[in-house]
Nanobody, 122 residues
Framework: HVQLVESGGGLVQPGGSLRLSCAAS????????MGWFRQVPGKERERVAT????????WVVDSVKGRFTISLDNGKNTLYLQMNNLALEDTAMYFC????????????????WGQGTQVTVS
């Protein structure tokens, strides 16, 4: 039973930092792609950052390059998103997701989703 639980969201001022965590259970990271997505009410969900469960093939969307970093700790079964220099437009609900593949992580459809954690920059 795949389970993803996000944490670490909150309210932060522009220019501040947050680190999101996603505790995963029920599967082996090595066989999956992992990703962070975000969504603002009324807009489509946006793919923000992805990585193979082997820690290879890290990718981030252009709008967060140089500010956000995706990483994972296989020993802790946890995915992270370090977010620095946050901007107003980063305000969104952030979701952790997993896909049953380690290829095409930045384009593949994701199979499993967490409940999300709210990030508000204000």
């Amino acid at each position: 039973h795949v389970q993803l639980v996000e944490s670490g969201g909150g309210l932060v001022q522009p220019g501040g930092s947050l680190r999101l965590s996603c505790a995963a259970s029920g599967f082996d990271f090595y066989d999956y792609a992992m990703g962070w997505f975000r969504q603002v009410p009324g807009k489509e969900r946006e793919r923000v950052a992805t990585m193979a469960g082997t820690s290879a093939s890290a990718w981030v969307v252009d709008s967060v390059k140089g500010r956000f970093t995706i990483s994972l700790d296989n020993g802790k079964n946890t995915l992270y998103l370090q977010m620095n220099n946050l901007a107003l437009e980063d305000t969104a609900m952030y979701f952790c997701a997993a896909a049953r593949t380690i290829s095409r992580c930045s384009t593949v459809a994701y199979d499993f989703w967490g409940q999300g954690t709210q990030v508000t920059v204000s």
